[in-house]
């Protein structure tokens, strides 16, 4: 049960990290500020 929580979690990580980069990467076109992202 803990694993499977622990693995769902890391999925969930994974998958909100790709949309931060995402829009990380088309803010990065217009606001410099956000090349930290």
């Keep these: ?10 999925s969930l ?4 990290g790709n949309l931060v980069s995402q829009s990380g990467a088309i803010e990065k076109r217009r606001f410099p500020l956000f090349k930290n992202f």
């Design 1 to 10: 049960m803990l694993i499977e929580g622990e693995a769902a979690s890391k």
């Design 13 to 16: 990580e994974r998958s909100s």
